[in-house]
Nanobody
Framework: VQLQASGGGLVQAGGSLTLSCAAS????????MGWFRQAPGKEREFVSA????????YYTDSVKGRFTISRDNAKNTAYLQMNSLKPEDTAVYYC?????????????????????WGQGTQVTVSS
């Protein structure tokens, strides 16, 4: 699956952005989707994930209540709605797809479990 992330930009603290991740193939509907971010000098970290059918979503603690992940399988697109943005949310955001079953319950937090990655989109939150 080829992925194209978009929607990043510069926003003031407290503002909102919506990231999109468009997939090139119909296998999107059978792939779990994840969002990760990487700030300068830091490792890539898990942000959020959603099952292939959208039945469950997962978030890292620091974004719970502020970010919402969703998907539209008819449009082969996943989204990350980000509200109440903070300067510490500044990072390059990557979407990723994982196809097929995984063997442990928290696999979605591990970037190595994802098969395909988008190119990243920069999010900068000014204070």
């Amino acid at each position: 699956v080829q992925l194209q992330a978009s929607g990043g930009g510069l926003v003031q603290a407290g503002g909102s952005l919506t990231l999109s991740c468009a997939a090139s193939e119909r296998t999107f509907s059978t792939s779990a989707m994840g969002w990760f971010r990487q700030a300068p000098g830091k490792e890539r970290e898990f942000v959020s994930a959603i099952r292939s059918d959208g039945s469950r979503t997962y978030y890292t603690d620091s974004v719970k209540g502020r970010f919402t992940i969703s998907r539209d399988n008819a449009k082969n697109t996943a989204y990350l709605q980000m509200n109440s943005l903070k300067p510490e949310d500044t990072a390059v955001y990557y979407c990723a797809a994982a196809t097929g079953p995984r063997s442990y319950s928290t696999w979605y937090r591990n970037p190595l479990e994802y098969d395909s990655w988008g190119q990243g989109t920069q999010v900068t939150v000014s204070s």
